[in-house]
């Protein structure tokens, strides 16, 4: 228990002392996450606005596959992601192993089947006839599916919130895509990985409290999107 | 309000992409550790490689141990900044550090199981493979000692007395160079652990296979360096120590470059010559000193390799 | 000033308002030939309907009748499996942008279907969707929010409406657009009884005022005769009947159009005499008189609203009556309905007659009694074979 609170003080210190190597490794973090986040977003909710509007033969089963998708375990994704990126590999003439970049595409991989499957789930919870009513007032399609994600903005920002928690806190792939190296793929969970096998509890435990407090951070600033004006 | 949501997705655009541009490499930052111990050296006379190699991108498979005890956070930045290499290090276990290596998905490896390393090099995956230095393995346990190891001269004679006491002994279970050593142990006194109920695979690096030992009041094999750096986490004693057994030989090895034409051949070789540098090895050899009261590797290039 | 203001911005909002409506018989709206079907089973079987520019449509019929599918391929928001569509005269082509047609119309559902925002942006939407200016958007806005009686919600959370306010906002969302035709869809169905009676009165009002076309389905008679122009029946996805509510109230074409519209009373029976446009009728043993130009010899369906049978005391002698036809029977059922009771007098053939509750009691309504039933002539509807 000691440990915890010495944990959170360094926590505090390192921050307030602006120690540059835990600032950086935090920047990157949030850098690398909400990157993750903002490409699955700008796939997963046409992707899955496209999904929860149509209906063509096949659709149950990619349905299925992106449900499947939202419990992918991240060492998985990082084992094919590594493999893919291996130098001597499919996509090795990329050379992005072992940088930001090949975080953000493992991250990516796991943050939009969440994303997808949770805009379908938003966009289907709306009544169904809201689509007519609304191109009965004279929206093009563009403007009807705009209003309904607009309809669908709690669900949709809890997705949001649900795909940047699955990443930011995912340590399997950034581990073995990123490989771990500081000043360039160190994130606060590889960090904290290595702080403890090197036995640096405190460390370890100051690196955890900062990511739950960037987590805490982000997930306050869309909250309190999500609840603005809802007096109910 | 639609207008609110979308500004809400820009600003998190906005603030998302000055931070991607942070993430792109950035020049090493000081750490402490790294500090110390150039201060204690002679700055190496080697002219500093401003021109940038033709090919810098170099990728270095090591093992967790070499990290974990810091002594990578200081060797390596000093070697970029006298070749201007960028090194990807990339810590794993020695079975995965050589899987990298026989695949030329690293271009230089820094490892410490032998067996496996020569075996390597018989299969022609290596180039060239050279000692740079050694710390030893101890054999740590409880104070309390239940197995009565303490002072035992052999390491051999230590895990045959842990097993007539049927004491807990706790193993990596990682394939790392620990547990290839350990292995290696256990097959000269003819016993086999494997499945015992005293016998426990935490599947875990060093340190916190020292916690759970400390925790479970059980003995393992850790190397030296380590053991000291995580002193203050367990109440682990050395019980034996100082069998040539139980030596812990690093070696680094350049990747066969006819496996590959992306092994970056002239990077590998200039970390290979750095690593066996006087300069270099009089850093490793004064290395954890400071921190520990005794240094955590012994410097051993240009020795005879057995 | 201000009051000027706005009053000219309610001119300009509502063009058509001032001038008397125009009830031009171009047609508005034109469906031709139009089928729906789901597989093998047609729900939609319209050989031709015409709305009038101008005109309100009541569109009745039984659930399940076809009424929705008919009103979506009529609001282009369905491709009927054939047939024709013209709008304005002009056909629609399926499988072109109909964006600029759909924004000539505007459709009212049973739900208000409001998005969670508040009045006031929900009552703008259309006008949004067409990129209609701010200040423009906003007089027009305001207009209608006052002419439904909404002005003070303006800035309410649709989602904290009443059903009768959100009701009242839908349809303020689609009278602002100034459609060409409206086009509504059970717009009172879900509401209580005292909220849908004002709201339709007024809603009577505005489509008056503005003499928008307008197509209006529902299960309910009244609704349709309180705003229909015309008014049409669809049974079983068939349109059986279009014509002034009393047309088809009074003169049903056939015995189900007869049901939905309130004939209780359906018998067939013969046309025995024909004399100055009065035809004498056997049904069931006894002759009744109905006010018909149909020939004798035909056989005909006679019919009668409960409404317009009266009930009297066999023995009441002295209570004498103008109508034509007073007929003996005996009363098989009463059935109590609220403030009323239907009585079914088996006179050869079964007649429903509606009697006050009260009446009912002071008569001493039961099953068995021997009842005189009296009706004119005139109330008589007989549809020909």
């Not at chain 1, 993750?36 to 046409?46: D, E, H, K, M, N």
């Not at chain 1, 409290?209 to 004006?229: C, D, E, M, P």
């Not at chain 3, 009424?67 to 009927?80: E, G, V």
């Not at chain 3, 009074?250 to 049901?259: F, H, L, N, R």
């Amino acid at each position: 228990m000691d440990l915890i609170w010495q944990g959170m003080g360094q926590a505090f210190w390192l921050v307030a002392h602006g120690d540059r190597e835990i600032i950086g490794v935090a920047l990157l973090t949030l850098g690398v996450s909400l990157s993750a986040t903002i490409l699955s977003l700008l796939v997963g909710i046409p992707a899955g606005a496209f999904l929860a509007l149509n209906r063509f033969p096949g659709r149950q089963v990619i349905v299925s596959v992106v449900n499947t998708g939202m419990g992918l375990p991240p060492v998985v994704v990082g084992l094919f992601i590594t493999i893919l990126l291996w130098r001597n590999g499919p996509l090795g003439l990329m050379q992005i192993l072992y940088t930001p970049t090949a975080i953000v595409i493992a991250q990516f991989v796991i943050a939009a089947p969440v994303v997808i499957g949770l805009t379908i789930a938003a966009i289907q919870q709306l009544n169904p006839r809201l689509r007519l009513q609304i191109l009965a007032l004279g929206a093009s399609r563009w403007q009807m599916v705009a209003l309904l994600l607009r309809e669908a903005r709690l669900p949709l920002l809890a997705a949001i919130m649900a795909g940047f928690g699955a990443v930011i806190s995912e340590v399997g792939a950034s581990m073995m895509v990123g490989g771990n190296i500081l000043d360039e793929t160190r994130v606060l969970t590889t960090a904290t990985v290595l702080e403890t096998s090197k036995g640096n509890f405190d460390v370890a435990i100051a690196l955890s409290v900062l990511l739950l407090f960037l987590v805490f951070a982000v997930n306050l600033g869309l909250t309190l999107i999500q609840q603005r004006r809802r007096p109910l | 309000m639609f207008r609110n949501f979308i500004a809400a997705i820009l600003l998190v655009l906005t603030l998302a992409t000055p931070l991607l541009g942070c993430s792109s490499p950035a020049a090493p930052t000081a750490t402490p550790s790294q500090k110390a111990p150039s201060s204690a050296t002679s700055q190496p006379a080697t002219p500093a490689a401003n021109a940038k190699p033709a090919n810098p991108q170099l990728i270095l498979a090591t093992t967790t141990s070499t990290q974990d005890s810091g002594l990578l956070d200081v060797l390596v930045p000093m070697f970029e900044k006298q070749t201007g290499y960028d090194v990807k290090t990339i810590a794993v276990g020695t079975g995965q550090a050589l899987a990298m290596g026989e695949r030329a998905e690293a271009d230089v490896l820094l490892v410490h199981a032998p067996d496996s390393e020569k075996k390597f090099m018989q299969a022609g995956h290596g180039a060239e493979r050279k000692l740079v230095m050694h710390n030893d393995f101890i054999i740590v346990g409880p104070p309390a000692d239940p197995a009565k190891i303490k002072g035992v001269k052999t390491a051999d004679e230590a895990l045959k007395k842990i097993v007539a006491a049927k004491a807990l002994f706790v193993s990596r279970g990682d394939n790392s160079g620990t547990e290839q050593l350990e292995k290696k142990l256990w097959k000269q006194t003819g016993l086999d652990p494997k499945g015992q109920d005293w016998y426990k695979q935490t599947g875990q690096g060093m340190g916190a296979t020292l916690n759970v030992a400390s925790d479970k009041n059980g003995y393992t094999i850790s190397d030296r360096a380590t053991y000291l750096a995580t002193k203050k986490n367990h109440s682990l004693d050395i019980l034996v120590e100082a069998d040539k057994a139980l030596l812990n030989i690093y070696h680094v090895i350049t990747v066969n470059p006819q496996k590959s034409p992306k092994i970056n051949v002239a990077g590998a070789k200039a970390f290979e010559e750095f690593m066996v540098a006087p300069d270099t090895q009089a850093v490793v050899g004064k290395f954890g000193a400071d921190k520990f009261g005794q240094p955590l590797f012994f410097a051993d290039a240009g020795k005879q390799d057995n | 000033m201000n009051g000027e203001t706005s009053v000219n911005a309610a001119e300009s909002a509502m063009p058509r308002s001032a001038a008397a409506p125009s009830r031009s018989h171009l047609p508005a709206l034109e469906a031709t030939n139009v089928t729906v079907r789901f597989g093998d089973r047609v729900v939609l079987d319209v050989p031709s309907l015409a709305v009038s520019a101008g005109e309100v449509m009541a569109i009745m019929g039984p659930n399940g009748a076809g009424k929705s599918t008919l009103l979506l391929c009529l609001a282009l928001l369905r491709r009927p499996t054939s047939g024709e569509i013209r709008v304005g005269g002009e056909p629609i082509r399926w499988g072109n942008d109909l964006l600029p047609t759909r924004r000539r119309m505007a459709v009212v559902f049973q739900e208000p279907l409001l998005l969670d925002t508040t009045v006031q942006e929900n009552v703008a939407l259309g006008l949004r969707l067409r990129g209609r200016k701010e200040a423009e958007a906003k007089e027009s806005v305001r207009f209608w929010l006052e002419r439904f009686g909404i002005e003070h919600l303006a800035k309410r959370q649709a989602r904290t409406l009443s059903g009768g306010e959100a009701q009242r906002t839908s349809l303020a969302r689609a009278l602002v657009l100034a459609p060409e035709t409206l086009l509504l869809d059970e717009p009172f169905a879900a509401l209580d009884p005292p909220t849908r009676a004002s709201l339709i009165s007024d809603m009577k009002e505005v489509l008056r005022e503005t003499g928008t076309t307008t197509l209006m389905i529902t299960h309910d008679r009244d609704e349709a005769l309180a705003l229909g122009d015309r008014v049409g029946v669809l049974v079983a996805g068939q349109l059986r009947q279009v014509g002034t509510p009393d047309e088809v109230f009074a003169s049903p074409v056939d015995a189900e159009v007869a049901a939905f519209v309130g004939i209780e009373t359906v018998a067939g029976g013969i046309v025995i005499n024909q004399e100055e446009g009065v035809a004498q009728v056997e049904v069931g043993g006894q002759i009744v008189e109905s006010v018909s130009p149909i020939r004798a010899g035909n056989r005909v369906l006679v019919c009668l609203r409960p409404e317009d049978a009266t009930l009297l005391k066999a023995s009441d002698r002295e209570q004498m009556t103008s109508a034509r036809n007073c007929l003996r029977g005996t009363v098989s059922r009463v059935i109590p309905l609220g403030a009323q009771a239907r009585v079914v007098v088996d006179c050869g053939f079964p007649l429903v007659a509606l009697v006050t509750r009260r009446s009912a009691v002071e008569m001493n309504m039961a099953v068995g009694q021997t009842v005189r039933v009296s009706f004119k002539a005139s109330a008589v509807h007989l549809i020909g074979h």
